[in-house]
């Protein structure tokens, strides 16, 4: 039996979100039903309410950093009971086969993962939709325990704004000492900034906005550099081991690859790429065995570590709440860059 | 005391090599002097004499895969004694204190290690003199074994085009059963072959030339793909878990980057970059966490590693051996690509 659950959907490319009313797919064995409190707002929800990647199903209804409360499980289901604080990310699903989702990168999933929303169920192959509704139903293996203690509303952006600058930090094993650099100071780049900080890297903000400089030291950076300023760039040549780029923009990467040091990797996490970008200039990596590379959200495990370290260090995302009814307004004040630094929909002013 | 040498030389830039005699720097205490047998050609030595990089010092002395013979030692050297085998390479001192010196990367100085020719040597400040001649003095750090039956003719160009192309197989860790791809066959890409398959590895040549195939397969190639054939290239998408680019110019890495698998990187080793290259298309790296990246040669330590593998296993690169006289003719047949896959100078060709 299928669930009926009211939500807010752009029902067209472009349109303004507004109230929607949808079947979710029958509940599974092992499957856990969460009501859910709060949702994040990300970049990527606009990017699919006006269809810019061309794939976009209507009525779509966004949201993917979910946090809840278990309403119901399924018979199967072991790791979770009514009541527990759970989390949602951008993946409800994947073939786990394959040899990345053997390796806990469900992300990389050969044959692709089933994301949260605009998916197909792999089962009865109908649209996913998101969390910008009052219930989801997802199978347990996709569900993330909440740590006990932690801010459920500042958690919300953890599920990807967080995992997805986690994951490299992890991945490039940046640890205590690490010079990172962190360009763009938005929703992804204030999160590398608070986890690279607590995992005891030394942390330095890009940036093209003197007027960043002191909320990027309260977030825990070391150092702002305004990368338009080719006094401060040249003087800091090839100290980064890590430069994570958060810009989710069109933009000249060749003014960072000097900076990277030996070994050095900048990876891109914001920006999925484009041939309008300038030329990549191969010398500095030829030179000193530089990479660029790309990053992707994270797996499943890795979520869940990223999850109890921030419970451990009480990290959560600097957010502003919102009601449900304000969600047009909030993407037209982030397309102007107008958030410190994430929106979270309190889902109860979503009435049934 | 300096040293009387002869050798051949271009006089000015893009001038054809002549005799040359010239004086070598004072022998001190840790020199090893060497008699040069044999010095292979690299391309790299052309861009030199044509001052492509706008820094050649002339009169110039190219050369920087040397083997020969040891025929006086310094007091305080221990490796070596007279009549040993020797080799020198792309590099003839560095500073031996910052951070890569120490890690056995010296081709990666922080200070910019000295090269074998077009040079300041670190001590006297005169220029470095290559291969093309007699005899040549280097501290005995950078002096490396030939191990016994090897051919001292065949082992010349693995002093460089062997060493570029083992570096990133070994810091990329390539064994077997790692799908390997090569781009390009010449003197780079023949070593990429056959070091690829003694390691164990799957290997795969990409070229845009029907007529390499048979060639390929006798260097050990498991596969060979007609870059320009798009059906070819969609069959191995996300295959290779390193690919190793050893194309000499101004090229698109981009068809290339989605036959990478998951983590998987491609390494550029012959071209050092130019902003007239395509846009590198990030998304297949974000996509699947794919890295572009460089190399530059290898450590004295690896290059002694891979002339140790070389001895074990009987690899020596394919030559045409031929007499310092022929040098201006084999550039020409060089810049027509008209080698296999390696001019290799008989120095006893050149008469005192």
């Given at each position: 039996m299928t669930m009926n659950v009211l939500g807010y959907a752009a029902p067209t490319a472009k349109a303004a979100l507004e109230p929607y009313r949808f079947e979710r797919r029958d509940i599974r064995s092992n499957d856990v039903v969460i009501e859910i409190l709060y949702c994040g707002v990300c970049h990527t929800d606009i990017h699919y309410v006006q269809n810019d990647w061309g794939r976009s199903i209507f009525p779509l209804v966004p949201g993917h950093e979910i946090i809840g409360r278990v309403a119901n499980i399924g018979e199967?289901?072991?790791?979770f009971k009514q009541g527990d604080h759970v989390g949602v990310g951008c993946?409800?699903?994947?073939?786990?086969?394959?040899a990345a989702c053997k390796q806990g990168l469900e992300q990389y999933c050969e044959e692709g993962p089933t994301f949260t929303y605009n998916s197909k169920d792999r089962i009865d192959k109908i649209p996913t939709f998101g969390g910008y509704s009052k219930k989801i139903i997802v199978p347990e293996k996709f569900v993330l325990q909440i740590p006990e203690g932690l801010d459920l509303k500042g958690a919300a952006p953890l599920l990807c704004a967080g995992i997805t600058t986690w994951s490299p930090l992890r991945h490039w094993k940046v640890g205590v000492g690490t010079n990172v650099g962190v360009i763009g100071l938005g929703g992804l780049g204030h999160m590398a900034i608070k986890l690279a900080k607590a995992l005891g890297a030394n942390v330095t903000l890009f940036t093209r906005?003197?007027?960043k400089e002191q909320d990027a030291r309260r977030l825990g950076a070391d150092n702002i550099v305004i990368s338009t300023d080719t006094d401060q760039m040249a003087a800091i040549n090839n100290k980064f081991a890590l430069i994570i780029d958060s810009v989710p923009y069109v933009h000249d990467v060749n003014i960072y690859t000097s900076l990277l040091s030996l070994d050095g990797t900048l990876v891109l996490v914001g920006f999925p790429g484009?041939?309008?970008?300038?030329?990549?200039?191969t010398a500095p990596l030829v030179m000193e065995r530089k990479s660029v590379a790309g990053s992707d959200i994270g797996g499943i495990a890795e979520t869940q570590e990223l999850l109890d370290f921030c419970g451990q260090h009480g990290i959560i995302s600097d957010i502003e709440i919102i009601k449900i009814q304000d969600i047009n307004e909030a993407y037209k004040r982030m397309l102007k860059s107008d958030v410190k630094y994430r929106f979270v929909i309190d889902m109860a002013s979503l009435k049934e």
């Open positions: 199967d289901v072991t790791r993946m409800v699903d994947s073939c786990q086969r394959c906005s003197p007027g484009s041939l309008d970008e300038p030329p990549l200039n």
